[in-house]
């Protein structure tokens, strides 16, 4: 999994790292992308490994004249790979106690740790991979007993231990990667660590970022050691209710309790039930249909509450300064209100101008997930969802985005929606938002993989497009029109 990550964020990640033989690798990759700063990255690392970093000033001056020369070869040439080099180099020769050094990675980290989310959606096929490889090309054989070695059940639950695996890792290292980045900001703002003076940055970053989260961490353990006794009290109730109702009398055949006298099921503030139930027909396949969506099939499922509106203004206002006017509409829709929830939306702007971006950066502040959904690519009728008798059948994609997220008002990007396939072979994208658009109709939408009525009318809807000309009446009609202004130099 580490070897996924960015460079500057592998480096620092990596607990295993021998940093004599990093630097020569690292001299050699420098070798072969900048051949003019050879000489000078043998010189810094034969200095570095003499002296071990002692305050020795031949090393320092040799590191320093490496790295203004990767800088300046970086921006002469356009060479980002070069200005990543340079900042392995501090990372393998600088101290913690260094203020520079702490703010020369202190944003370079920040911005690879934003696209670690894009990391997640190879998880799947990664496990997709490690199942074949650990099944075998001799996995239809029969064994011993005559059953199938490999069958259909063995290979799901390889590949459930695989994608479980991976998330995990990868929950781990956004954790370390979160607290290197946090002390690397402390670092650049004069920030001191007494109990590490004198350790390389790696692995010293996240040692120091872990002393930095302590206390947030034992909150967050804490936190969740309270919620488990309350699941565990709530738990001990419905077995006990479970257990009267066993022993409980008959009710009387002449007064029997019909359907609609029955209690409806207790929903919580701020929750939504998304799905009542899934129905067998008497085969294996609403199993397999259903699998995975345990957390959202008859259970309430909470809605992301509202945060602190000014706080996010003003974050997506540094980020985004030439689209303020367009943040301040969007947020509007959040005024009184306490849960998250937007208008049907398309940004309408030349390529370039940030609109997909803006829908991310907007969802991360809200704290609500982002699913995305390429029209060029997802054309057909699949984002409503397929239809339980085929085999690739799946629920619509904002009943995955929910489960995924365990939020019931995720926000779904559909971009580039423009150009989105015409043909209707298999359905268009166009027509199957519309009923997904509408809240009187998605509050009841019948999802064709559950055979069942689904609730998504809390889901927000967000789509991006270089221009509104191609998009059918009836879809333009549904989705609120918003420029996105082109970021002024």
Same mark, same amino acid.
């Given at each position: 999994m580490l070897s996924l990550f960015p460079r500057r964020l592998r480096t620092c990640l990596d607990t295993g790292l021998r940093i004599p033989a990093a630097r020569r690798t690292l001299v050699l990759d420098i070798d072969a992308l900048v051949p003019e700063a050879a000489p000078l990255a043998r010189a810094w690392s034969t200095s570095a490994d003499a002296?071990?970093?002692?305050?020795?000033?031949?090393?320092?001056? $040799?590191?320093?004249?490496?790295?203004?020369?990767?800088?300046?070869?970086?921006?002469?040439?356009?060479?980002?790979? $070069?200005?990543?080099?340079?900042?392995?180099?501090?990372?393998?020769?600088?101290?913690?106690?260094?203020?520079?050094?702490?703010?020369?990675?202190?944003?370079?980290?920040?911005?690879?740790?934003?696209?670690?989310?894009?990391?997640s959606l190879q998880l799947p096929a990664i496990a997709q991979v490690q199942t074949t490889i650990g099944l075998g090309p001799e996995r239809d054989q029969e064994d011993d007993d005559g059953d199938l070695l490999g069958g259909p059940d063995a290979r799901q639950m390889l590949l459930n231990s695989w994608n479980e695996a991976l998330s995990e890792a990868l929950l781990i290292l956004k954790g370390s990667a979160s607290n290197a980045i946090a002390a690397a900001a402390v670092l650049s703002r004069g920030g001191a660590c007494p109990f590490m003076t004198g350790a390389l940055l790696v692995p010293g970053l996240c040692r120091f970022g872990e002393r930095l989260t302590q206390s947030v961490a034992d909150s967050a353990e804490l936190a969740e050691r309270?919620? #488990?006794?309350?699941?565990?009290?709530?738990?001990?109730?419905?077995?006990?209710?479970?257990?009267?109702?066993?022993?409980?009398?008959?009710?009387?055949? #002449?007064?029997?309790?019909?359907p609609a006298e029955a209690a409806p099921q207790s929903v919580p503030e701020d929750h939504v039930l998304i799905v009542a139930e899934?129905?067998?027909?008497?085969?294996?396949?609403?199993?397999?249909?259903?699998? *995975?969506?345990?957390?959202? /099939? *008859?259970?309430?499922?909470p809605l992301a509450p509202v945060p602190d509106?000014?706080?996010?203004?003003?974050?997506?206002?540094?980020?985004?300064?030439?689209a303020v006017e367009l943040i301040d509409r969007l947020l509007v829709d959040l005024l009184g209100r306490r849960t998250v929830g937007f208008r049907p939306t398309l940004f309408v702007g030349p390529?370039?101008? *940030?609109?997909?971006?803006?829908?991310?950066?907007?969802?991360?502040?809200? $704290?609500? *997930?982002?699913? #995305?959904?390429?029209?060029?690519?997802?054309?057909?009728?699949? /984002?409503?969802?397929?239809d339980r008798r085929w085999a690739t059948?799946?629920?619509?994609?904002?009943?995955?985005? /929910?489960? #995924?997220f365990g939020i019931a008002n995720p926000i779904v990007l559909v971009d580039e929606i423009e150009k989105s396939a015409t043909r209707t072979d298999h359905g268009r994208l166009w027509d199957s938002l519309l009923p997904l658009l509408e809240a009187e109709t998605a509050s009841r939408y019948p999802d064709p993989a559950f055979q069942a009525e689904v609730n998504l009318a809390h889901v927000s809807w967000i789509a991006t497009a270089n221009a509104t000309d191609p998009l059918p009446g009836p879809l333009r009609d549904r989705l609120r029109v918003l420029e996105m202004p082109v970021p002024q130099i």
């Amino acid at each position: 999994m580490l070897s996924l990550f960015p460079r500057r964020l592998r480096t620092c990640l990596d607990t295993g790292l021998r940093i004599p033989a990093a630097r020569r690798t690292l001299v050699l990759d420098i070798d072969a992308l900048v051949p003019e700063a050879a000489p000078l990255a043998r010189a810094w690392s034969t200095s570095a490994d003499a002296d071990l970093l002692q305050g020795d000033l031949s090393s320092v001056l $040799a590191r320093q004249e490496l790295t203004r020369f990767l800088d300046h070869h970086a921006a002469a040439r356009d060479r980002p790979a $070069a200005r990543t080099l340079a900042d392995v180099v501090a990372s393998l020769s600088c101290t913690v106690d260094d203020t520079d050094a702490g703010a020369r990675l202190a944003l370079p980290l920040w911005l690879e740790f934003e696209a670690l989310p894009d990391l997640s959606l190879q998880l799947p096929a990664i496990a997709q991979v490690q199942t074949t490889i650990g099944l075998g090309p001799e996995r239809d054989q029969e064994d011993d007993d005559g059953d199938l070695l490999g069958g259909p059940d063995a290979r799901q639950m390889l590949l459930n231990s695989w994608n479980e695996a991976l998330s995990e890792a990868l929950l781990i290292l956004k954790g370390s990667a979160s607290n290197a980045i946090a002390a690397a900001a402390v670092l650049s703002r004069g920030g001191a660590c007494p109990f590490m003076t004198g350790a390389l940055l790696v692995p010293g970053l996240c040692r120091f970022g872990e002393r930095l989260t302590q206390s947030v961490a034992d909150s967050a353990e804490l936190a969740e050691r309270r919620r #488990r006794h309350v699941a565990e009290k709530a738990l001990k109730r419905s077995e006990g209710l479970v257990r009267e109702l066993k022993t409980a009398p008959a009710v009387s055949p #002449r007064h029997p309790v019909r359907p609609a006298e029955a209690a409806p099921q207790s929903v919580p503030e701020d929750h939504v039930l998304i799905v009542a139930e899934v129905k067998e027909v008497g085969s294996d396949r609403t199993k397999a249909v259903t699998r *995975g969506y345990e957390g959202v /099939i *008859g259970r309430p499922v909470p809605l992301a509450p509202v945060p602190d509106l000014a706080k996010v203004r003003t974050a997506l206002a540094f980020e985004f300064p030439h689209a303020v006017e367009l943040i301040d509409r969007l947020l509007v829709d959040l005024l009184g209100r306490r849960t998250v929830g937007f208008r049907p939306t398309l940004f309408v702007g030349p390529p370039g101008t *940030g609109k997909s971006r803006l829908a991310s950066r907007l969802a991360h502040h809200l $704290a609500v *997930g982002l699913w #995305r959904v390429d029209a060029t690519r997802d054309g057909c009728a699949s /984002i409503g969802g397929t239809d339980r008798r085929w085999a690739t059948s799946e629920p619509a994609h904002p009943l995955m985005a /929910i489960t #995924r997220f365990g939020i019931a008002n995720p926000i779904v990007l559909v971009d580039e929606i423009e150009k989105s396939a015409t043909r209707t072979d298999h359905g268009r994208l166009w027509d199957s938002l519309l009923p997904l658009l509408e809240a009187e109709t998605a509050s009841r939408y019948p999802d064709p993989a559950f055979q069942a009525e689904v609730n998504l009318a809390h889901v927000s809807w967000i789509a991006t497009a270089n221009a509104t000309d191609p998009l059918p009446g009836p879809l333009r009609d549904r989705l609120r029109v918003l420029e996105m202004p082109v970021p002024q130099i």
